[in-house]
């Protein structure tokens, strides 16, 4: 009878172990670790900041969206998404500084050549030339293209407005390569083959190689 006992734990223990490491936990979301961290920033309370939600998290974005008027399901959809977004940066984003202004201190840099590891008027790369511009009006940005697509809001194309980031992956796969919209679909921009110019978003490679945008002026509006 021990022995029949003992087969019977033997065979059922591998199971169990088997069962168990099936028994994944819920899967990260992005969106809700960028929320959760904005809505602690924000003053709400969360329990965790890891992209999984909790009973405390539905409770903040329940609060919040009663208090900015959305529908209060606890859930985190696109509207409520983009409004934690905005009341964020509205809060960490650029502000006093016009869209217009930068573009016109963009334009000052026409013609000057492209230098990797660049970071003064003597030479540029796409990401420092950006940085030095906004750094002109006390703006402060990250120093290359994959840290900047990270500052700001979200911005759809068809929204941009002038002083917003364009990012294309070009040499590298996500945002290796970035720009300043100076609006009527055109950006400044330092390009490897042709220093600092005024280029057209709708030309064959820039468009074939656009990655996403992003608004960091608070001056420029709600993105959506």
Sequence with gaps: MMFICCLLIAC?????ALAKSKTKAPARDWKLTVAQQKLEMLGYDVDRKDGRMSKETGEAIKKFQKEHGLKKSGKLDTKTY???????????GIADVRGK?????????????????????KGFDCSAYVQYVFGKHDAKLPRTADAQVLDGIF???SKLKPGDLVFFSTYAAGASHVGIYAGSGKFWTASSSRGVVLDSLDSDYWKSHYYGARRVLIENGEAA
């Excluded at 983009?82 to 960490?92: C, D, L, Y």
């Excluded at 202004?101 to 008027?121: L, R, S, W």
């Design 101 to 121: 202004d930068i573009v016109k201190t963009a334009a000052k840099y026409k013609g000057v050549p492209y230098k990797f590891g660049g970071t003064t008027p």
């Design 155 to 157: 911005v759809l194309k």
């Design 82 to 92: 983009n409004k934690i977004s905005w009341e964020a940066f509205k809060k960490e």
């Design 12 to 16: 059922l223990l591998p199971s169990m």
